[in-house]
């Protein structure tokens, strides 16, 4: 299994490994177990029965192979990692995954490494969304360390700091909404800010981005390195547009040296037509080479697109207008959008999930779209249960499968307020991004 992956999720191991991602290491299926609550103990022995305290759980000297499961409720505080899973890898995911651990605070990765993080939420109470000294929710600067399917939220800087420090690692499927804080300049504090050096290989996939102080993904630097970097099947939205100077790009690959073999396939990224930002913006300063853009719907804002240096541009939906982009130079695209459009991107191991794009340029004449669902195994007459990314842990809504699909209405769904900071509005029904699970 060393070059295979296997990783638990809820308990449940995803046994299709024809379809993989590449940068996650093995974890054996025949580590020990070992628990910690957030009443727990630095004088327990991580068993059941007598659980660690977070800190100390994250100190000892666990093998690859090895489970770290965490009880449910709060662990406040800022976290620091010394796990170490050479050769495979450490899981840290729920004990009980309908009873979420949640980290009010900070976790960061500094040494050791190899640790897979999973179904964790992560938040920062603090109210006052001007504060400037508050850390990233997670650090990673340990190699390999993987974030799956994790709730990242409220942060008090950057959502994820995921630097050239942990290369060959993966976020995948995670929910990032509201990290960031308010400034007179601009928004600041990212859903991801990512750096990486070749060869090593970063990927970020499948995850659902929105409404951020600063940037969705920035991949910046002005002294390090952005290469490598594959950017697919994310979902994003109005990124910025919560602070009080406006919105800011979805996704940005940019900075002070040229960007290398970077990847941005099957994203969706979304803005109403006009405003402030750039939608998706490539090399505005430095440039990128041997860039591969494909297969993307990018939508909307000032400019919808900006792209300066060498690429491959093929297969996307680009609205204009566009920046320093000669839409003549690259005719296998289609510079408009589709008036309807649902985009349904299966998650890779937990069954029956699945992440759910609704780009509704018709507005009000359209109050509900059919999204198929058979694909993901539901049988006609089953139920599938929705969440609006918007307020993922508001109402959940259940839906019946008929035809193989489910008709999903664009209205009736309420949006989350931020941690200190009044809720924005809805981007239905314009555009929707959902989570569709068997149960939450």
């Not at 449940?12 to 020990?32: C, E, I, T």
């Not at 500094?110 to 964790?120: D, K, L, M, Q, R």
């Not at 942990?166 to 300049?185: E, K």
Request: glycine share 12%; hydrophobic share 40%.
């Amino acid at each position: 299994m060393d070059k295979k992956l296997a990783i638990r999720i809820g308990h449940r191991l995803q046994k299709d490994l024809r379809v993989v991602l590449p940068f996650l290491l093995a974890v054996s299926l025949h580590g020990a177990t070992y628990y910690a609550a957030p009443a727990g103990s630095a004088s327990c022995n991580g068993s059941q029965s007598c659980p660690w305290d977070l800190q100390t759980a994250l100190n000892k000297p666990l093998l690859g192979g090895d489970q770290l499961l965490l009880g449910g409720g709060i662990y406040a505080g800022n976290f620091t990692s010394s796990l170490n899973g050479k050769g495979t890898q450490i899981v840290v995911e729920p004990a009980d995954p309908t009873f979420l651990p949640r980290i009010n605070g900070s976790l960061g990765f500094f040494s050791g490494g190899y640790v897979t993080v999973e179904g964790i939420e992560f938040f920062n109470s603090n109210t006052n969304r001007s504060l400037t000294t508050e850390p990233d929710c997670l650090t990673l600067e340990a190699p390999s360390v993987n974030l799956i399917h994790d709730i990242i939220h409220d942060c008090g800087s950057d959502g994820v700091g995921f630097w050239s420090s942990d290369p060959n690692s993966t976020a995948y499927g995670n929910i990032i909404y509201y990290n960031g804080y308010n400034a007179s300049d601009r928004g600041h504090g990212h859903g991801i800010y990512v750096q990486n050096a070749a060869p090593a290989t970063k990927l970020i996939q499948d995850n659902v981005i929105l409404n951020q102080f600063g940037w969705g993904i920035q991949a910046y630097t002005e002294g390090g390195n952005i290469d490598n970097i594959t950017l697919r099947g994310n979902m994003l939205s109005m990124n910025g547009c919560i602070s009080t100077v406006g919105c800011n790009e979805n996704i940005i690959v940019d900075g002070y040296v040229v960007a290398h073999n970077d990847v941005l396939d099957s994203n969706v990224a979304y803005y109403p037509a006009g405003g402030r930002p750039t939608n998706v913006d490539l090399g505005f300063y430095s440039g990128v080479a041997s860039a591969k853009i494909t297969s993307n719907y990018i939508v909307g804002g000032a400019y919808s697109f900006n792209l300066r240096g060498s690429a491959t541009v093929t297969s996307n939906y680009i609205t204009t207008p566009v920046l320093d982009f000669n839409t003549r130079s690259f005719p296998a695209n289609t510079y408009s959008a589709p008036s309807l459009a649902v985009v349904v991107r299966p998650d890779l191991y937990e069954p029956g999930r699945a992440n759910v794009a609704v780009l509704n340029l018709a507005k009000q004449a359209v109050k509900s779209v059919t999204v198929p669902v058979a694909a993901l195994g539901y049988a006609n007459g089953s139920w599938v249960m929705v969440a609006t990314a918007e307020d993922y842990y508001g109402a959940h809504r259940s839906f019946q499968v008929s035809g193989g699909a489910i008709t999903l209405p664009l209205t009736g769904w309420t949006v989350a307020a931020p941690i200190g900071w009044k809720a924005p509005a809805s981007t239905l029904p314009a555009f929707g991004m959902f989570v569709l699970r068997r149960s939450f």
